[in-house]
């Protein structure tokens, strides 16, 4: 690893004033929230900044707080473990915190953060190994096209097949989450949705539309009054791993029995961003939770959600996969 310095600003301006406007420069000034996934990456030489500017002085970006209009606002420094066992975001926002329980161990979860964890880079082996220059280090081939792609895209992939390895952007995806994106000329708002880009989209080298001299400060999801949700994921082990694919379900329903009136479903593990699927969530609108004709719909959600997959020569056993975890995650919400 190179040396660095290691600014240690106590307030949020003072963060902001060592970040670069620059684009070239990028890559020279890193924010340091837990340091899981940054100085993983500057050990292996993926980057080397020249100066880390640590978050965890700047009091107050630690806090998960329900605003008087139910709105749930979470600070980027909230360790996933905090959120995990928040217990208004464990009852309203239940996706959220299932996400959250999900990532890696209980030493991960302690750790890492919310704003560090929605900006990790990908997990592929390819763009992980130094020594493969693949296009999302600025090379000019994915590797794992042609390679070894099991962990890979099936849908929304090329020229890049990273998956996102959040497992909290799906489930906030799902809730309509909104993130504030803070700079020393202001700030700017936008749905986490957005924040994320595709490979085709813009720069392959990145996978979010911050801006260098920005910082994630705050995520806020809005009150789902009659919501219910649940987050689904599905490893390649008994501990700890990332999503070989996953599913967000939120559904609104009423009545006796249940009937659904809205819906949202987000997949996991298996795009380059976390995959909304509004048609497929539509599919589920207007059927009793736990009826034989829910069933059906749950089925008819599992084949649109994977309208348009492309599988690699190693991962079309994500399709089913996904399909299966739709039709659970429905069962999970009916049976509560
Ligand atoms: C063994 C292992 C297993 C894991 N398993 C999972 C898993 O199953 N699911 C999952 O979702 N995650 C998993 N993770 C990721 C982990 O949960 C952390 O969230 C992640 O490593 C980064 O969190 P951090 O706070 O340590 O961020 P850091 O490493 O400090 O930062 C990560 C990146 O985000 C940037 N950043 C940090 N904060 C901000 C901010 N506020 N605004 C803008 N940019 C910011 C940094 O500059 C850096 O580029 C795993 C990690 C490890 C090491």
Redesign the pocket.
Known sequence: MKAFEFASPVTLDQALAELPNDVAKRDSV????????????MKEHLVEPTKLVN?KRVPGLDRIELAPDGTLVIG??AT?GALAEHAETKNFFTCVAEAAR????AQ??S???V???L???PRCWYYRNEHAPCLKKGGTECFAYSGLNKYNAILGGGPSYIVH????ATALVALDAQVTLRSAKGERTMALEKFYSLPSEGDVTRETV?EPA????HVRVPAKSGWQSTYLKFKERGS????LAAVAVAVKSDGAPRTIRDARLVLGGVAPKPWNVPKAAAALVGVALGSAEGAASSKRAGELAVVGAEPLAHNAYKVPLVQGLIVKAIEALAAR
């Open positions: 890193k924010l340091f929230a837990g340091g899981q996934d940054l100085l993983t990456e978050l980027c420094l996933l999900s990532v890696g161990s991960i979860r750790q890492g953060t704003g560090g964890n900006n990790q880079r390895p959040s497992d909290l911050l920005e910082i994630l400060t700890y791993d990332f999503a």
